[in-house]
């Protein structure tokens, strides 16, 4: 009669290549119409900051109602639980679905 032994498989854990940021810098954040986004999106901190809508440390995003980050009028400004605003779901353009 055989013995039956039972044993543990381990998966080869792969190793992640190290994420190059100079790279994503160069292909990405350096781009100029992303340079100008960003600059808009602090800007609407800004200006909800100066409204004393959300504090420096306070947890809270920006929300652009609209999707687009360039547009800073104030009605399409509000402030967000950070959990809130980056959980809700996007279409295959990252636009907000209505």
Same mark, same amino acid.
């Given at each position: 009669?055989?013995?039956?032994?039972?044993?543990?498989?381990?998966?080869?854990?792969?190793?992640?290549?190290?994420?190059?940021?100079?790279?994503?810098?160069?292909?990405?954040?350096?781009?100029?119409?992303?340079?100008?986004?960003?600059?808009?999106?602090?800007?609407?901190?800004?200006?909800?900051?100066?409204?004393?809508?959300?504090?420096?440390?306070?947890g #809270?995003?920006?929300?652009?109602?609209?999707?687009?980050p360039?547009?800073?009028?104030?009605?399409n400004?509000?402030? #967000?639980?950070?959990?809130?605003?980056?959980?809700?779901?996007?279409?295959?353009?990252?636009? #907000?679905?209505?």
């Open positions: 009669m055989t013995k039956v032994t039972k044993t543990s498989v381990t998966p080869s854990l792969a190793k992640k290549p190290k994420r190059n940021y100079r790279k994503e810098y160069d292909n990405y954040h350096a781009d100029s119409t992303q340079k100008k986004k960003r600059a808009s999106r602090n800007a609407a901190r800004g200006a909800l900051m100066t409204s004393g809508s959300v504090r420096k440390g306070d #809270k995003d920006v929300d652009h109602t609209n999707g687009n360039m547009d800073n009028r104030a009605n400004l509000k402030a #967000k639980p950070k959990s809130t605003n980056r959980s809700f779901p996007r279409n295959k353009k990252a636009g #907000k679905l209505k």
